[in-house]
């Protein structure tokens, strides 16, 4: 349990970072989906760049409230998703906070989660299974499970949520995120893969 995996320069919290954008056409249906989202009619690409001139610091001022869930079916590295994320919102800031959204979706829309800290994050580092939060295959998708989903989210304060899943997962993830900047949310909805059969790879 003490390997620790490698990670990019610029999330190095020790250096200075400057933020690469770009934006990417996409086709007419999928602007109409996300109309909040992709308002500027392109799809937004972030590269995070070293630069020690011109960048800025990750360390905040603020601690960060972070909730995260696993989503589908098992795959390997679940536990160090959540790992590297509780890590990096700590070296941010000390007193940041993250709750884990217990069995999947569900969690996030009956408000069923538990606070992480350094002593159950250290009992799973590196190891496998999802048995930590553990998983599930809801889908929130009902008018009441977004609106219950808002609320939760809102009741913890939470600046962002990381939905770790393969494509269903991080689909889902996106129609939350549209619903939650549609109602002025402050939590920023993020999708991170994870997968067995490839379903996230494509042309790119």
């Known amino acids: 349990q003490s390997f620790v995996p490698k990670f990019p320069p610029a999330l190095n919290i020790e250096k200075k970072v400057k933020i690469r954008k770009e934006d990417f056409p996409i086709k007419e249906e999928l602007k109409e989906m996300f109309g909040k989202l992709l308002s500027n009619g392109d799809m937004p690409f972030i590269e995070l760049n070293v630069d020690h001139n011109e960048g800025t610091s990750l360390k905040r001022q603020t601690p960060l409230k972070v909730g995260c869930v696993l989503s589908g079916g098992q795959a390997p590295g679940g536990h160090n998703v959540i790992s590297g994320l509780y890590d990096m919102i700590k070296s941010m800031h000390p007193d940041s906070i993250l709750y884990g959204f217990l069995q999947g979706p569900i969690g996030i829309i009956t408000g069923n ?30 008018p009441d499970q977004f609106e219950s989903s808002l ?3 809102t009741n913890l304060d939470l600046d962002g949520l990381v939905v770790i899943g393969g494509d269903d997962s991080n689909t889902n993830a996106c129609l939350l995120a549209e619903y939650f900047a549609a109602h002025d949310s402050k939590c920023v909805v993020i999708g991170a893969p994870k997968t067995i059969d490839g379903d996230l790879k494509n042309e790119y």
């Open 113 to 142: 989660f538990v606070e992480i800290d350094d002593q159950f994050m250290n009992e799973y580092r590196n190891m496998g299974g999802f048995d930590m939060i553990r998983s599930g295959r809801d889908k929130i998708e009902k």
């Open 151 to 153: 609320k939760y989210c």
